[in-house]
């Protein structure tokens, strides 16, 4: 039983998407993210575990891959399990520094696209049959199943294990979702995760603001990032949770484990949990009529792929595409039952917002609605408390406000009541809000380096 791992960058999905279908017509199983990656599941985990369980990695060599850090990754987890790499150079590349130490003594081989009556692809071809142990006669086959996730490992593709019951975002919309696990940003300050799972922050200088960057700035291993005005949500990389928050209710989260994601409100905090439950730590909203603070029961919430949490209401995707949500509904911010095809969501201060796999915007605001159902080709949204932002297939940005500025190159954006940030191709962060000296600080982080 055997695959290929397939290491693009999502500059050049065609060409990956290409080779994909290629190996696939040949009876070779691949294994490629964004797709194979299960839902509710964290990239990291999935991308390593495929990795290490792969026969062999077919790397699309191209300048912009060398300039991926995702793909640098990719290659060195490949060479550290001492799989086989078979570099297939698109255009003119000089290797760089670090990917010259990975593959310089791989046989190198030169392609103009992927044609399969090229005599080069089907060298290529044989050599990695020689490594899956797969004839052209074989049916396509399935990878074994890591042992590390029980309920959903990553699996090759193949016209057997297509499923129609679930919308699918496409790869950008998946790859701006997982960016936006690198931010977070609370009205008094932001944080940005790095690639060594350690995290920058940022707290205005504002008085009477009782925050210690080194908080954060000492955790390690983390794989996302949450923020509530007040507090700090971090997952690390073995399922479990840590917050800056240790005295009150919002802070009870030392003992949950196999969470899979983290969103924060005002003062709560939400885990979806690896079986597609949904826990909560903290009061999500003050109730006038009884004069008590209420966290509502989520017990009942099932197959859950991702949360996002308003300032006092969460909302959670669900794995056919519906939107449940419960808390403060003062503003119909909660009223998503009727909404379908979604594969994101974001939830602010009395709006939740959903993006549909073709690209379009809906909302629980009659007045944003008039704005965003207009919009195409969007791959991330987020609301600040005052307008939406949403990201855009060729990186730039939108907003439904008119005197906010716009940006190109962006891969992922994160908001608060307050403000957004933006994550650039080069791992620079942009902080567009109301505590300028956050913004002062941002500008000098790279989450790349």
Known sequence: MSYVFIS????????????????????????????DIPPASTYAKEINSAIRNCACMVLMLTNDAQNSVWVAKEVERAVHYRKPVLPLQLEDVVLNDEFEFYISTNQIVAVNRIDETSAELQRALAAIRSYTGDTPSKDPVSPPAPAHHPVSSPQPSSSAHKTASRPHPTAKQSFAQEMGKKLAVGHYHAIGLKNDGTLLAAVTTAKNIKYDPSDVQQWRNITAVAAGDYHTVGLRFDGTVITTDTTTDTGKVSDWTDI???????????????????????????????????TPDVSSWKNIIAIAAGDHHLVGLQQDGTVIATGKNDRGQCQTEEWTDIVAIAAGYYITAGLRADGT?????????????????????????????????????????????????????????????????????????????????????????
């Open 361 to 449: 915007v809906i909302t629980t605001s009659v007045e944003e609605n008039k704005i965003a159902a207009k919009w195409t080709d969007i791959v991330a949204v987020s609301f600040n408390g005052l307008y939406i932002s949403a990201l855009k297939a060729d990186g730039t940005t939108i907003t439904t406000s008119y005197n906010n500025k716009t940006y190109s190159d962006v891969i992922a954006l994160s908001s608060s009541s307050s403000a957004t940030l933006f994550l650039k191709e080069d791992g620079s962060v942009i902080y567009e809000g109301l505590m300028k000296s956050i913004g002062n600080k941002t500008k000098h982080w790279n989450l790349f380096k």
């Open 260 to 294: 899979t994601a983290v969103t924060a409100g005002l003062r709560y905090t939400a885990g979806l949990k690896n079986d597609g439950t949904v826990v909560i730590g903290g009061s999500m909203y003050f109730d006038t009529v009884s004069g008590t603070l209420i």
């Open 8 to 35: 693009y960058s999502s500059k050049n999905q065609a060409a990956a998407d290409a080779m994909k279908k290629l190996l696939e017509k040949n009876n070779i199983a691949t294994w490629m993210a964004p797709g």
